[in-house]
Structure formats: structure tokens, C-alpha cells
């Protein structure tokens, strides 16, 4: 028996196309590597949550043990209310789109999408006409009668999307698809995951380890350390207020600047600025970043510029300290034009909170 | 322009393969011309004839011995199929460590004699005999594990060139249960490789003399050995007969496999 989504508790809280999905407690581990070390998370009825982390960090491993392919040690993974810890995946009634291309070589583009249909039983009339409909919306409508040998990596991964969401699943589940794909290609494809998303309103969870996909996608970012979950907010509050030093230095690039703590303010280059819940007290290093670093030439300026590195409308400059600590700065680029390697600078921090760990 | 020398070279190459090609083709053409040429002639005056053929077809024992052969090639492909398929799908994606263990034990019967094989398994064909009878298609048994290497190998190749473990995820994370995950997706991806196990089974089988003759059964081999003792052209238009069978055979599975293979970019 498949389940469907009006199968499920139907007083569980449910977004207009998606189920809460509630993970508590998973622990996974082999031999004696923890993968997941106590993983609790909540995906609201229609949100697009992104897992963050390095390689071994956990975060295929959960996502593995949603999608039903691997089995929690503990924990228990609750889709709109009804417990599928112990469901067997194809039972599970959620779409997957993989790392690897994972197309069905032997079929069709048309073909591959109905499949998950045809498992459902229905005719193949509304096969058809729901896997065009499928292919119209991630732009493939043309390509129906192609091979996966036929089409670009770029586009094989456009159709696995297609077929996870041709059977309307509860929940999509996304490891990393991108990942095989060129720059451009994965920049234009994030942001068809996000718009085709957003369209059909399915709670998704996606796997990544590249931070700036991350950023992009999603409604709230996950940052996951050593099989836990470091911090979980929206990617701006994760940008600006990280939580702890590992997601301050993971998110983003931070300077590491010498701070004196007190009464809630950090002193950093001469700047009083208000730090941030969970920084260390007196002596440490403030995570500030490049675009907070005021740079400003002067002849009396105690830092000296480094390079300049020039990134289209923004720059990126690296001064250097007396102490011989490297700063960056990002500056407008019509700013750093003036800017040539040896000239003294003063730097400062803009009033924004900072972070301090511990030296 | 290309160098004068780079297309001198370039003939000289197509004829050395046309000539490598003709070598080749006389090789294995050659024996069988000269089974032709045994089974049409009349020993005596050099005339032809097609009695030997037309014998063959009329002849009972050699019809049955066919027959039997036929069967037992047909049982063995799909005994080796329904056997080896599912074992190992099922080893590359839920027991990877036991993958070695398989290949072992599948490449054992390369090793052993037919000779030793037989002397082995004469007890367990005594409690064949009694359980299910003395028919000559008992022998699919032993024939499913001495087809086993050639097989192995074919499905190993094909299996090797998919990527299992995400294609059956990928069906199973849309509704399919393990059964059709094999059916409607690894096997029609290793298909050529199931048609080339079963070939080189139906060949194998059509050509098995030891043991089916040492346990007393009445195959395709042993009918033409036996014949060769009493009228040699017979023998000779079956063993040829046989052979165009093979070889009829390979043509056809080699269309199939085409046919199923979609063209590439």
C-alpha cells in the first residue's frame, strides 16, 4: 500500500501543498563514528529547509533516514503527525532527487516522470497528461521523448525534480543535486528548485555543503556540526547573529580580530561594538566580516594594504596590521580604485554585533 | 591535404584488416565447409545429396535427442536467470561484502573437471532419479551451476557499467517495493548482459557431451557421437545443423539487445 497525503492524521498542521515534518532525537551511528548524534529539527507545512555542513557532518545521513533508506539507531522521523520511523521507504511517499543522475536509462523523459505514477495505478492517460504538466513546469516540456543519455547533466537533474514531484509527495527531499553540475548551470537550476518550490508548495528538505546554495534557497539554513544541528534560522539572522563560533566561521568569511570584552561591548580596532549571546568574556577574537571593516585612507593609518582583489561591483581588500594580522575588507569597487598595494589605511568596525570566541 | 605517407599508411592498414578478416573468417569457416561438404556428399561417386539432412529430420532418436537439448538449453537460461539475477542485485545492494563470496563460488565449476563433477554428483542424481524421475532434463540442475562462470562474468560486466544502488533508490523512494525495483529497472538496464549469458548457456548446453553422457542421458552430443559410429555424414549434417542453430540464435539476441538500446546524444 502506498501512502498518500490524505492518508495521513488529517488534524496534523498542513501548509497549502506541504505536511510539518518533525524529527526528533536521531542518532545514527557506524561503529564508532557518530553520523548523527541526537538530531531533533521541525519543517513547517511548506518550507524549504536547507541542511549546511561539511563532508561527515551528518547531513545525507539525515536525510537518508527521512527518505526511509537507511535506519535510525534512536529517533523518530514524524511526517504530518503519523510516526514513519519504522514505514519501508517506498511506502513513505516522498520524492528524491539525488546527488548522482538517477534517471531510469532505459526510459523516456516522459517515461521516467510517469513512473512513480504507474506505481500509483493510474491510467495511463493521467500518467501522461500529469508527467507533461510536470515537464512544462521545470521546462522540459520539449524533451519528452528523449534518453537521460540525451540530455545535459543540468537537464537530467531537472527531470529527476519533475519525477519526485510528479507524484505529488509530502515531502521532497533534496542531497545535494547540484553538486555534479557546472557554475552557471547550478546557479540557474538553484533558482528554478526555489521558484518550482515556492509554485507548488511541497515541504522540502535540502542537503548541501556549499554555503552560498544555502543562503539562496532557503527559508531557514541548518548548520550541522559533528551530527548535530549547530543553529537553525533564516539565512539572514544566520549571516548576521551566528549562534556559535563553528557557525560564525563556517557561514560566510569572517575576520578573526583581537577583542577585550566588557559589560556586553567588545573593543575591536578602537570600535565599540555590542556582542553577540554566547560570546566569550574578556580577552578573544572577534568573527567580524569583510563588508563590517571600514576602510579609510590616511597617512597616519596604522594598517597597510596588502592586494585588492576586484569582484565586479564590490572588491575585496586585505590590509595589514603592525602585528601583522591580515584584514579584509569589502569596499565598493569605485572606492578601491584608489587603493594600490603599500598605502596606509585606518580600519574600523561597523556598530553591528560581533561574535567573540575565545583566543 | 594529408601527407602522401599518412595515406599510404592508411591503405595499408585497411588491407592488413581485410586480410587479418579473411584469415579469421577461413579459420572458423573452413571446418565448417568441410561438414558441409562431408554431409552432402555420397562417399562413393562424389555426387551430392541431402539425404543425410532429410535422415535427420526423419530420424526419431536424433528428433528426440534435439528436442531434449532444445529443453534443457531453454531451462537452463531460465534457471540461470531466475538464480543468478536476483542473487546478485540483491548482493551488490544490500550485502556489497558478499560479492567476492559469489564470484567465488559462481567460478568454482570452471575449476573443477566435468570428470570430477560427475563423479560428485552421481549420489545426488541418485536421489534426482527417486525424487522427480530419470528424465534427461534433470540435468538443468547440474548444467545451471556449470553455466555459472560464463554467466557470472556476462551479468558482472553489465551490472558493473550501472550505478544500482541510486537507480534502485531512486525507484524505491517512488513507490517501488524490491521486486519490481529488479524487474522494471535493473533488468532491462543489464539486458544485453542477460543475453549474453544466455548464449553462451544455450551454447554451452548444446555442446555438452561429458557429463550427459557419462550419467546416460540421450542429448544433442551424445546422439551425434553416437551416430558418427553408424552413419558419419548424419553426424556431421547435426553437428553442422547445431552450429547454424548457435549461430541463428546470436543473431537474433543481438538483434533484440539493439532494438532495446536507446541511441545516445
Known sequence: MTIRPHDLDPDADRGAGGLAVELTGLRRHYGDVHALAGLDLHLDPGELVVLLGSSGCGKTTALRIVA????????????????????PANKRDMGMVFQAYSLFPHLTVLDNVAFGLKL??????????????????VGLGEQKARYANQLSGGQQQRVALARALAIEPSVLLLDEPLSALDAKVRVQLREEIRRVQVEVGTTTLFVTHDQEEALAVADRVGVMNEGRLEQIATPAQLYAAPATPFVGEFVGLSNRLPATVEGGHAHVLGTRVPVL?????????ALVRPESVQLTLDEQGSARVATVAFLGPLSRVTATLPDGTDVVAQVRSADAVELTAGQRVRLQVSPAPVLVVGA | MSAPGAGAGAVAWRISRVLLLLAFAGFFLLPLVALLDFSTKVPST??????????LLADEQMSSAITTSLLLAGLTVVGMVLLLVPTMVWVRLRVPRANRLVEFLCLLPLTIPALVIVVGIKNVYAWVDYLIGDSALTLTFVYVVLVLPYAYRSLDAALSGLDTTTLSEAA???????????????????????????FISVALVLGEYTISSLLHYDTLPVAIVMLSKSDAPMSMAAALGSL?????????????????????R
Open chain 1, 68 to 87: 526511509g533508506l537507511e535506519r535510525q539507531d534512536a529517533g523518530t522521523v514524524r511526517v504530518g503527525g503519523r510516526d514513519l520511523s519504522h514505514v
Open chain 1, 120 to 137: 500509483r495505478g493510474q491510467s495511463r492517460a493521467q500518467r501522461r497528461q500529469r508527467a507533461g504538466d510536470v515537464l512544462d513546469l
Open chain 1, 277 to 285: 549571546p554566547g560570546s566569550a568574556s574578556g580577552s578573544g577574537l
Open chain 2, 46 to 55: 562424389g555426387d551430392r545429396t541431402a539425404q543425410p539432412w532429410r535422415d
Open chain 2, 172 to 198: 524505491r523512494s517512488l513507490g517501488a517495493g524490491w521486486g519490481t525495483v529488479i524487474v522494471r529497472v535493473i533488468v532491462p538496464n543489464i539486458w544485453s548482459g542477460v543475453l549474453s549469458a544466455a
Open chain 2, 244 to 264: 547454424i542453430f548457435a549461430a541463428l540464435l546470436l543473431l537474433v539476441l543481438g538483434a533484440l539487445d539493439r532494438r532495446r538500446r536507446p541511441t545516445g
